[in-house]
């Protein structure tokens, strides 16, 4: 009870406090002779939105770049050694990789099947519903999502029984190396698959699985934009096309896609941003063990369990310069949609 | 087959009612209906394997899968609930965990959105010198990723800012403290909150806010007695996305809230990491955990979606 008491006063008090610097610095600006109080009128209006922007992102992002080509200690030029190290430790090599096939796979799968979905569940008996349920695991967090998910791929460490996935394979009769065996299988500590075995600097198979995680938690965003786009395609276009003879799908592919092209790109972009910034999934699945690290995992391990400041800043680095063509992409895809229109 | 006869049959009517009701019957075939519904099935399974899970006794959920609880549906219990939620010393007790998590997450929304709100007004109803091109600069930081911020960031909080021998910013002692993971949270939400409430703020009728200018009214007074109410439905959407992300996050609230402010996401990724004792709790506490955001989520469903779309879509 004190503790809650405690808390409701703390967390008043906070934005009280807020509160308080706003109207300060309003008061004085209102207090200014006539015509500098005309100059500085937005002053408090933008003030904490710039010191967090400049202050806390721009400046923070300059010393990263500059941290990235200094040692650890931050004191002697290394150039680009930092990034050479990335490339030539096996571990961080293959968290690189894995980014990439995060944001290849992960993409695809979660922007095509929430297309299909969308277009499926578009006027169809019970959509609310259906979208409802498809969309819930995005408010769940990536972190519970990963928890979730190690009770499918529940491994012999707690009990592989417990696992749906072990019975589900066992039920299939499919074979050992596929996880049929009476032994069950450990799936996010195996990398092998099906008789195949990845090198050491390639992606395993318990990293596909770790990207089916993060698919069933975020298709539901991507679903529900791409519903709504395609409520947006206009009536006319659809009849035009449909009284030409054109079928459900041919309409589909040659009208509707065409139209929301801007919002698939969107969609795109922003799921691919978030697979590849993936570390919540990856810590509370694995931790980054079994050769399932990933840049962003990768960047807080080398920073906080390693103490590596340079390489760490150096992943940073990595993972906005990975972001940097995506986004370029998407402002290209916009600005042809606006030129059409 | 049926999909090409029940198309024929939708074409049929849509020639003869021509114009009018909505063409996405043509989509809904039955094929298409049943695929939806086994993902819309599929989809929900994990998050049903926890639920099941969180009210079995320990020693079945260590042993046998959640699905044979309906073999056995007396084996039922709420001790898992009882022990999570439980207060008292020395107890597994996960509500600490979880206030912890209002704690950060109430304030944070608050101060996120109030500074986006401001910021909003400012950028889209205050004239001033180089205002484009300070709100292009703040939208410009959306492509920063986190990481890049993270690590500076938290050398401020635990040692202010220095350039040499040079402080530009005193150290705060805000280092491990609430504060420091409120103002995180806030600064990383901020590029997109300001711009989903620009969106919506700079599209408000231009001959209300310049009505009440001309009567004298002050830009304080705009903002609060005439924007404020005008855009709740913004100002609902962004907080409900920041509350579901400042929720659900993990990396910001173990890196700055140190120990003693560890948010309930946290708390379960260290109790995942040791290993194997307590996964008949960790179904509990990751089923309260996940209560909140989804009731709000729930709850706020149309402003959420709003809110995603805003931008993204158009008309």
């Known amino acids: 009870m004190e503790d809650l008491l405690r808390n409701i006063g703390l967390i008043t008090g906070g934005v009280v406090g807020f509160a308080a610097i706003f109207l300060i610095i309003y008061a004085l600006i209102n207090r200014l002779p006539r015509g500098v109080r005309e100059k500085f009128q937005a002053v408090p209006f933008i003030i904490f939105a710039l010191i967090f922007a400049i202050g806390g992102l721009m400046v923070s992002a300059v010393r990263t770049a500059i941290a990235s080509v200094l040692d650890d200690t931050g004191k002697k030029f290394v150039g680009l050694g930092n990034y050479r190290e990335i490339w030539n430790e096996l571990d961080s090599r293959l968290a690189v990789v894995n980014s990439f096939v995060w944001v290849f796979v992960g993409t695809s799968i979660t922007v095509g099947i929430g297309l299909l979905i969308a277009r499926f569940a578009d006027g169809m008996r019970g959509e609310r519903i259906a979208k409802t349920l498809i969309f819930l695991p995005v408010a769940i967090s990536l972190v519970g999502a990963g928890i979730t998910w190690r009770f499918i791929y529940a491994e012999k460490g707690f009990s592989f029984d417990a696992g749906l996935l072990n019975a589900v394979v066992r039920a299939a009769h499919l074979p050992n190396s596929m996880g049929g065996g009476p032994e069950g299988r450990n799936w996010l500590l195996e990398r092998g698959f099906g008789g195949l075995t990845p090198p050491s600097w390639a992606p395993g198979f318990n990293t596909l699985l770790l990207i089916v995680i993060f698919i069933w938690a975020q298709i539901g965003i991507a679903t529900v934009v791409l519903s709504a786009a395609i409520k947006g395609v206009p009536q006319e276009l659809l009849e035009a096309a449909v009284i030409d003879g054109a079928t459900s799908n041919e309409t589909f592919v040659k009208v509707t896609i065409p139209y929301i092209k801007g919002t698939i790109a969107t969609v795109t972009s922003l799921v691919a941003l978030g697979s590849l910034k993936a570390f919540d999934t990856v810590a509370a699945a694995t931790g980054g063990r079994f050769g399932t690290s990933t840049i962003a995992n990768e960047f807080f391990v080398k920073f906080f369990v390693q103490d590596r400041n340079g390489v760490a800043a150096a992943l940073a680095m990595v993972l906005f310069v990975l972001c940097f063509p995506i986004v370029v992409w998407n402002r290209r895809v916009q600005r042809r949609v606006e030129e059409t229109n | ?315």
């Open chain 2, 1 to 315: 087959m049926s999909e090409t006869a029940g198309l024929k049959r939708v074409r049929q009517r849509r020639v003869k009612e021509s114009m009018g009701t909505s063409i996405a019957a043509s989509a809904h075939t039955r094929s298409g209906r049943i695929l939806v519904w086994m993902l819309a099935l599929l989809w929900t399974v994990p998050t049903f394997g926890v639920f099941v899970s969180s009210f079995r006794p320990e020693a079945d959920v260590k042993s046998t899968g959640w699905w044979t609880f309906f073999l056995h549906p007396t084996h039922f219990t709420f001790s898992n609930y009882n022990s999570v939620l439980s207060t008292g010393p020395g107890s597994d007790g996960l509500s600490h965990f979880l206030l912890n998590s209002f704690r950060i997450t109430i304030p944070s929304v608050i101060i996120s959105v109030g500074v986006a709100a401001l910021a909003a007004y400012g950028f889209s109803w205050i004239e001033f010198k180089g205002r484009d091109w300070l709100y292009s600069l703040i939208l410009a930081m959306l492509i920063v990723p986190l990481q890049m911020c993270l690590i500076p960031i938290l050398r401020f909080f635990t040692g202010g800012m220095h350039i040499g021998s040079t402080t530009i910013f005193p150290y705060l002692h805000l280092d491990s403290s609430v504060v420091a993971v409120w103002i995180a949270h806030s600064i990383f939400g901020l590029p997109f909150s300001i711009f989903l409430m620009k969106n919506f703020i700079g599209a408000l009728p231009r001959e209300i806010i310049e009505a009440a200018r001309v009567d004298g009214a002050s830009h304080l007074t705009t903002f609060t007695k005439l924007v404020i109410p005008l855009s709740v439905p913004s100002i609902a959407s962004v907080a409900i996305f920041q509350f579901v992300y400042i929720w659900n996050d993990y990396l910001v609230g173990v890196v700055f809230g140190g120990s003693k402010n560890t948010p309930i996401i946290a708390k379960m990724v260290e109790v995942t990491g040791s290993r194997g004792q307590s996964w008949h709790l960790l179904t509990a506490a990751g089923f309260v955990s996940m209560v909140v955001p989804v009731a709000v989520f729930l709850a706020m469903q149309r402003f959420f979606v709003r809110g995603l779309l805003a931008g993204s879509v158009k008309g």
